[in-house]
C-alpha cells in the first residue's frame, strides 16, 4: 500500500468513528486543585479517614529528555537537592536522619526521562506535621545551594550508581529503546546520564539545568491522606507561593516525532542470550481526556486484548520455526502508542516473514466475532466493578492515580461519571467499527523492525528496502498461504485430566495417640502415632483460611546427601509427579488440581518447610495430596539429564567467600564426592528428606472433625525414617582476610561477616534485629555520606536459632581502587557501633518498630512463624503473649549494652573481589 494510502486511511478514524454524546473527562469533584500565582499547580484529596497519615509528592516536569545534550544533569540534580540546603545547611541527608526518618523509606526520588518526583511517606503521629512537611518539599524544590564541594563528592556516588546498574538487561533496554524512539531524545539519554557526562559535569551544568527547568510553573504537588484542605492549601501558598514567577519552559521534544517510512535496526549485547524480531508500528493518539481521546483509548484496551488472542492463536501453526508468537501495546509518551509484533527464534529472516506475514493475515481476517463479543462483555463487567473498586481506594492508591493522570495528561475522574461515560462509548462500539479501528492502525507508516542477538553471533542489520517489499509484495498478493497445519504433540494427546487409579491409595491407620488443649492463647496439640506432631493456634485469619507450616529438623545442610544433592534432588522431586503417570499426565492432572491450593516445598538449610493456605473445607483433601506426593513421588531418568550441566554451574562458580567463611566451598559434602547423579540417588535423597518427622505449626479456625481425622489417619499414617544429620556450616574463628577476582567490569566487591556467640531465644533475636537499622544508618553515612564511596550497600543482622551466634553480613560494591579503603572504614564502624548506639533516638526506634508491628501482626504468616519459635525454644506459646511489651522494653542502656555484645570484630571474615582481568 502506498504511503501516502497508509496515512490517510490511518487519519481517517477520526472523520467517521467519534462518537459526540459522551463528553470531555473532568477531574473528580472531590479532589482540591489549584494554581498559585507563580504557576505551581497543586492538587489535594482527604481521604477523611482519622487513622491515615499523608503522602506529599512533588513532581517536576523535567527529565532526561530535557537535557541539552547527554549528560545526566537531571539526575544529578536530583541528588543535589538533599546536599546543602538554604534552610539545612549541613544537607537535607542530616536534617532527615536527625527528624528519625530514613532516605528511601519516608523521603525518596525518582529521575525519568520526562519527569522528577520527590516523595515523602508519612505516618500517624509522625516526626512532622503537614505544614513541616510541606515545607521539606518546598526546600528541595526551591532551596538547593548546589555547591561545588557538594559535587565533587557527590559525582563519585553517582557513579558508583552506574557501575551497579550496568546489566546486560539495561544495556539491551536501551538499544531497543533507541530503536523503538528513533528520532527523538529519548534514544540517548539514558535517566542515569553516562560515565562521560558524569564526570564532565560541572556545578554550574547542575545549577543551569535547576534554573531552567525547577520553576514554580513547571511543577505539580499532590498530597493525599487525613488533611484539612484548608490548611494546607494556606501552607501550600505560604511555601510554595514565595518561589519566582517564570514562564514555564518549552518542551516540544517530550511528544515523540512520527516519520512516514519504516526504519531497520540491530540490538546486540556480547552478555546476551535472547533471539528476537519485533516488528512495531508507532502511532500518534489524541488527548486522553477529550471526547476524541477517550474513544480512542477505549478501542486501544479492547483491541489490545484481541490483538494479543489473535496473534497467539496463530502462535502454534508455526512452532516447527519460530518458539513464540507476542504482542504488546505501549504507550511510550504522552500521545502516542506503540504496537509490537515479537517472534522468538534463531533464524531472523525467517522469524520476519512469519511476523509480516501474521500482520497481514490479522489485517484481512480480522478479529472474530466471538473473540469481539467476550472482549466487550468484559469490558462491561470490568466497568462496572470499577465504581466499587474505586471506592476502596487508599489515600496512597489516590496519590497513584492522581499522579498518574498527570503524567499522561489526562485526568483522574468521578468513578461513577467516569463509569456511565464508559458505558456509552462502549455502547457506541461496533464489531465493524473496531475492525476498521485496528486496520487503520496496522497501515500507520511509521514502522520499525529489528533483529535481537544473542551476543557472539554475528549479522548484519536487516535492510528497510527489503523488508518494505516484502510488507508490500504480502499486501498484493489476492489469496495469503493458508496457516501451517498444528502438530499433534504427545502433551496434546493426554490433555484429558487423567483420573486417580482406583487401587492407588495412601494408608489412613493413623492415629492421635496423645493430645492437649491449652489456653492464653488457646492452642491445641495432637501427637500422632508416626511421631509427628500438630501444633494449632485457633485464631481468626483475614481471608478465613488456615495456614499450615510443617517442619523437619534437618534441611540441605545434612552429612548423609550433602547441599548440592539434596536441594537438586528435592526440586527434581516436586517436578517429576507420580511414578504411576508419565510427566505429561501429571502435568495435566496437577495444573488442574486449583482449587484447594498448591503444597510449597522450601529446602532451607535447617530444615524442610512445606506450607500451604487453605480453606478449612479443603484441608483434609490438601493433606491428603501431601500423603500422596510422599508415597508415590519419583524423580525421573529424564530430569537427571539437566543435573550434570548444574553441577558443571556450581563446579564452575567463584566460591571464595564460602571457602574463606567455612574454610570449604558451599555445596562441598556428601554431594561433591559421590559420582552417581542417578535418577535413584536423587530420589533416595528426596526421600530420606520427606520421611523425617514433622511438626505441623497451624494458624486458623479451630479444627473441625474431618481436619482432625485427616491428620491423625493420612498423616499419621505417613511412615517417617531414619533421622539425618543436621551438617551446619560454621564461619571459622579468628580474623580472616582474602582477595579474589571475579567482581564483574570496573568494580570491587566487598563481603564481610562476623559472629558473636550468643544464645539465643525469641526475645534475644527481637533485641538484636533492633539494631539492624541502627548499624545500616551508620555504615551509610560513614561510605556513602562521608567518603562518597558507594551507592547502596546491604547489610544483615541475626540472631541464629540453630548455631547460637549473632552473625552480622555486609557487601557494598565501589571503585576498585578504593576497596581496601572502604572495607577498613566498614570494619571501623562496626567497632564503634556501641557509640552509634548511644546517638541513637531509642524512642524513634520503639516507634518504628510499633508502626511495623501493626502490619505485621495483620499477616497470618506472621503469627505461624512465631508459633513456630515459640515452640523451638520454649515448647509453649507463651512468646505470643510477651511479644507484645518487647518494644516497649528496649531501653538506650538495652540498645547501647546489647551493641557491646553484638558488634565484637574477633570473629570476622573480609573478601575483597576485584574485576576479572582478561585472558
Known amino acids: 500500500m502506498p504511503v501516502m494510502t497508509r496515512l490517510f486511511a490511518f487519519l481517517l ?55 541539552d545534550r547527554p549528560s545526566g544533569a537531571a539526575h544529578m540534580l536530583e541528588h543535589m537537592v538533599f546536599q546543602s540546603n538554604r534552610a539545612h545547611p549541613q544537607s537535607i541527608h542530616r536534617y532527615i536522619q536527625e527528624i528519625g526518618w530514613r532516605q528511601g523509606v519516608q523521603v525518596n526520588a525518582v529521575t525519568r526521562e520526562t519527569e522528577t518526583q520527590y516523595m515523602i511517606r508519612t505516618r500517624p503521629d509522625d516526626a512532622l506535621d503537614l505544614s513541616q512537611s510541606l515545607a521539606l518539599a518546598a526546600d528541595l ?74 520553576t514554580a510553573s513547571n511543577m505539580t504537588l ?76 477505549l478501542q486501544k484496551y479492547l483491541l489490545t486484548r484481541l490483538i494479543r488472542d489473535a496473534i497467539q492463536a496463530q502462535s502454534p501453526h508455526y512452532a516447527d520455526t519460530v518458539k513464540s508468537l507476542g504482542f ?52 462491561r463487567r470490568v466497568n462496572e466493578a470499577n465504581i466499587e473498586a474505586a471506592s476502596q481506594r487508599t489515600y496512597a492508591e489516590w496519590e497513584d492515580r492522581i499522579t498518574s493522570a498527570v503524567l499522561m495528561g489526562s485526568v483522574l475522574d468521578d468513578p461513577a461519571r467516569r463509569a456511565e461515560r464508559t458505558k456509552e462509548l462502549l455502547a457506541s462500539i461496533t464489531f465493524e467499527g473496531l475492525q476498521a479501528r485496528m486496520r487503520e492502525m496496522l497501515a500507520a507508516p511509521d514502522q520499525v523492525v529489528f533483529y535481537q542477538l ?6 548484519s542489520a536487516p535492510m528497510a528496502a527489503e523488508i518494505e517489499a516484502m510488507r508490500d509484495e504480502l499486501s498484493a498478493r489476492a489469496v495469503l498461504a493458508q496457516l501451517p497445519a498444528l502438530k499433534t ?19 489412613r491407620t493413623g492415629t492421635i495417640v496423645s493430645q492437649e488443649h491449652r489456653t492464653s492463647p488457646e492452642v491445641r496439640e495432637w501427637t500422632l502415632s508416626n511421631g509427628d506432631r500438630v501444633v494449632w493456634l485457633v485464631r481468626d485469619t483475614p481471608d478465613a483460611k488456615t495456614y499450615l507450616s510443617g517442619q523437619s529438623a534437618v534441611g540441605f545442610m545434612n552429612a548423609e546427601y ?111 564426592s559421590t559420582p552417581s547423579v542417578s535418577a535413584e540417588h536423587f530420589e533416595a535423597a528426596a526421600r530420606a528428606l520427606l520421611s523425617q518427622r514433622v511438626t505441623w505449626f497451624a494458624v486458623g479456625p479451630a479444627p473441625d472433625a474431618a481436619i482432625r481425622d485427616a491428620f491423625a489417619g493420612v498423616i499419621g499414617a505417613v511412615p517417617r525414617g531414619v533421622a539425618l544429620t543436621p551438617e551446619p556450616l560454621l564461619q571459622a574463628e579468628g580474623v580472616r582476610i582474602a582477595e579474589s577476582e571475579g567482581a564483574g567490569k570496573d568494580r570491587a566487591r566487598v ?4 559472629f558473636t556467640p550468643m544464645n539465643w531465644t525469641p526475645e534475644a533475636s527481637f533485641l538484636v534485629s533492633a539494631l539492624t537499622p541502627v548499624a545500616q544508618q551508620a555504615l551509610k553515612n560513614e561510605l556513602r555520606y562521608r567518603l562518597a564511596g558507594i551507592y547502596t550497600l546491604q547489610f544483615e543482622l541475626e540472631l541464629d536459632t540453630d548455631s547460637n551466634r549473632a552473625i552480622g553480613s555486609l557487601s557494598f560494591y565501589c571503585a576498585p581502587e578504593r576497596a581496601k579503603e572502604l572495607a577498613e572504614a566498614a570494619l571501623a564502624v562496626l567497632r564503634n557501633m556501641p557509640e552509634y548506639a548511644r546517638q541513637t533516638d531509642t524512642a524513634r526506634i520503639r516507634s518504628d518498630i510499633e508502626f511495623a508491628e501493626s502490619g505485621r501482626l495483620s499477616d497470618p504468616n506472621t503469627w505461624l512463624r512465631r508459633l513456630a519459635l515459640s515452640y523451638k525454644r520454649y515448647g509453649d506459646a507463651g512468646y505470643l503473649t510477651r511479644m507484645g511489651g518487647l518494644a516497649d522494653s528496649l531501653t538506650d542502656q538495652m540498645l547501647q549494652e546489647n551493641a557491646a555484645a553484638v558488634f565484637r570484630t574477633d570473629n570476622v571474615a573480609i573478601l575483597t573481589q576485584a574485576p576479572r582481568q582478561p585472558l
Do not use: C
Not at 38 to 65: M, Q, T
Not at 369 to 377: E, L
Open 141 to 214: 524544590a526551591f532551596g538547593a545551594e548546589l555547591r561545588a564541594e557538594d559535587w565533587a563528592k557527590e559525582r563519585f556516588v553517582i557513579l558508583e550508581e552506574l557501575r551497579q546498574g550496568d546489566s546486560a538487561a539495561d544495556r539491551i533496554s536501551r538499544q531497543k529503546k533507541a530503536v523503538l524512539r528513533v528520532g527523538s531524545r529519548y534514544v540517548d539519554r539514558p535517566t542515569i546520564g553516562t560515565r562521560e557526562g558524569i564526570e564532565a559535569a560541572s556545578i554550574e551544568d547542575i545549577r543551569a539545568f535547576y534554573e531552567q527547568f525547577y
Open 454 to 459: 544473542p551476543g557472539g553471533k554475528t549479522r
Open 562 to 672: 550433602g547441599s548440592a544433592t539434596s536441594q537438586i534432588a528435592l526440586q527434581l522431586w516436586t517436578q517429576s509427579g507420580y511414578r504411576f503417570w508419565t510427566q505429561d499426565q501429571y502435568d495435566v492432572w496437577n495444573s488442574a488440581q486449583s482449587n484447594g491450593g498448591h503444597w510449597s516445598y522450601a529446602l532451607k538449610a535447617g530444615m524442610l518447610d512445606v506450607a500451604i493456605a487453605a480453606k478449612p473445607a479443603n484441608l483434609p483433601e490438601m493433606l491428603e495430596r501431601y500423603a500422596r506426593d510422599v508415597a508415590f513421588g519419583t524423580v525421573r531418568e529424564e530430569a537427571v539429564n539437566a543435573v550434570e550441566e548444574d553441577r558443571v554451574s556450581l563446579d564452575g562458580r567463584d566460591d571464595s567467600y564460602s571457602r574463606l567463611l567455612y574454610g570449604k566451598d558451599e555445596v562441598e559434602g556428601a554431594a561433591s
Open 489 to 507: 504433540s504427545a502433551k496434546d494427546e493426554t490433555a484429558t485430566v487423567p483420573q486417580w487409579p482406583a487401587d492407588v491409595q495412601v494408608a
Open 751 to 754: 563481603q564481610l561477616s562476623f
Open 328 to 379: 504488546v501495546a505501549q504507550e511510550t509518551t504522552e500521545r502516542r502508542l506503540i504496537l509490537a509484533f515479537n517472534a522468538s527464534g534463531q533464524d531472523h529472516d525467517v522469524a520476519l516473514s512469519i511476523l509480516l506475514e501474521a500482520v497481514e493475515r490479522l489485517r484481512r481476517e480480522g478479529i472474530s466475532q466471538k473473540a469481539f463479543d467476550a472482549a466487550m462483555a468484559s469490558a
Open 13 to 67: 478514524f477520526v472523520a467517521i468513528a467519534l462518537p459526540v454524546t459522551a463528553g470531555e473527562a473532568q477531574w473528580d469533584p472531590r479532589l482540591t486543585r489549584g494554581t498559585l500565582d507563580n504557576g505551581l499547580n497543586y492538587i489535594l484529596h482527604d481521604s477523611g479517614k482519622p487513622e491515615d497519615p499523608f503522602n506529599i509528592r512533588l513532581v517536576v516536569h523535567a527529565g532526561s529528555v530535557d537535557e
Open 222 to 297: 499532590i498530597v493525599s491522606g487525613r488533611i484539612d484542605r484548608v490548611s494546607a492549601e494556606a501552607a501550600i501558598r505560604r511555601l510554595f507561593g514565595n518561589a519566582p514567577k517564570k514562564p514555564k519552559p518549552a518542551r516540544p521534544y517530550v511528544e515523540l516525532p512520527l516519520k512516514e517510512s519504516l526504519t531497520a535496526g540491530l540490538v546486540q549485547d556480547p552478555a546476551g542470550s535472547s533471539s528476537q524480531t519485533t516488528y512495531a508500528f508507532r502511532m500518534a493518539m489524541p488527548e486522553r481526556s477529550s471526547e476524541e481521546g477517550q474513544f480512542a483509548y
